[in-house]
């Protein structure tokens, strides 16, 4: 059965961090390694639009760029900006993607600064006026996390300078780098959560990504709420959890993972009937069983799993693990 919600990928992951408390809790585990430095009650919402106006002497052009979640809050004397982005692909020009997120967040403060000094006249100097700021006007500090949720391991860039074809030492020793935050859900393991929920969604999704399903069962043989569920469902871009989470306040994991190894079967067994064969049930089944072990050894073929190590997680014989691989790289 097709899952009946129809809220897009982007807005579920949106809607989970805004939650102030999964917000704070992910930037106290990635950038401050685990310790509760941010407080959710201290963050405030800020607009995520950050298009602008890009002007020079003669010309001026509109740049439309809008944020997944942003907020603010006090840091030391001042305040800091933080910003999330999901990212469901990966993206080979994702550094500067995120350098143009933050330049832009950087030119809108500085706009606003312009616009408030030139409406209170209180600019002094010439070198004040040209710059449209005071001397000890100040912008303030953006962070900026993405967010990748792919099956596959990220293998794009990680900075501006990784974009950047060789350069000689003497270049590269003053060249202005932009290195990107980068959270991969598929290796979030190395990160400490203390929200319950973020830990939950992370855990399942990355253990979904790799195939353990067995540690899944022992570890969450229990409900959980439907919202993380959805979550999890649109992470993993498995239909069966989402449609489990639909109109239901909590979900079973368990249930629910022993549905999504039984679709390839029900599959089959539809397949076997449309196509009038005349044992369709049983062909049904046997056809459900193989997709099913395809479509497992397929992905986790392209995590990076050996064909022994797959067999042994799936419980199928090496040689047929064998048989897929072979099939899957003539396709290719």
């Known amino acids: 059965m097709a899952a009946k919600d129809k809220t897009k990928t982007d807005v579920r992951l949106k809607d989970f961090w805004r939650q102030n408390d999964r917000f704070a809790d992910l930037f106290n585990a990635v950038i401050f390694e685990g310790k509760e430095v941010l407080k959710a009650e201290e963050l405030r919402e800020m607009d995520t639009d950050m298009s602008g106006i890009i002007r020079f002497r003669d010309y001026e052009e509109s740049v439309v760029r809008v944020r997944d979640v942003v907020k603010k809050t006090a840091y030391g ?16 020009a994702m550094p500067l993607r995120a350098l143009l997120y933050d330049g832009l967040g950087y030119l809108k403060e500085y706009q606003e600064i312009t616009h408030a000094r030139k409406k209170e006249k209180g600019l002094e100097t010439g070198d004040e006026f040209l710059s449209g700021m005071r001397r000890e006007d100040r912008l303030h500090p953006i962070v900026s996390i993405i967010v990748y949720y792919g099956e596959k391991r990220w293998d794009g860039p990680l900075s501006l300078k990784d974009m950047v074809g ?167």
């Open 77 to 92: 004397a001042e305040f800091i900006v933080l910003c999330i982005e999901n990212q469901q692909r990966i993206h080979y």
């Open 166 to 332: 060789d350069m000689p030492e003497e270049i590269s020793r003053i060249f202005s780098d932009y290195r990107m935050n980068l959270v991969q859900v598929r290796d979030s393991e190395k990160y400490t959560f203390h929200n319950e929920d973020v830990r939950i969604v992370f855990e399942i999704s990355r253990e979904i990504m790799k195939g353990n399903f067995e540690r899944i069962a022992r570890r969450y043989n229990r409900e959980i709420r439907a919202e993380l569920a959805a979550v999890i469902g649109r992470i993993t871009d498995f239909g069966e959890i989402i449609r489990q989470a639909d109109g239901r306040e909590v979900v079973n994991m368990c249930s629910s993972l022993e549905n999504l190894k039984k679709q390839g079967i029900e599959q089959g067994i539809e397949q076997g009937i449309e196509q009038g064969i005349e044992q369709g049930i049983e062909q049904g089944i046997e056809r459900g069983v193989q997709m099913r072990d395809r479509e497992l050894v397929v992905r986790m073929l392209g995590m990076g799993r050996t064909v022994e190590e797959i067999a042994d997680l799936l419980g199928i014989p090496a040689q047929k693990a064998v048989g897929i691989q072979r099939e899957q790289e003539e396709k290719n």
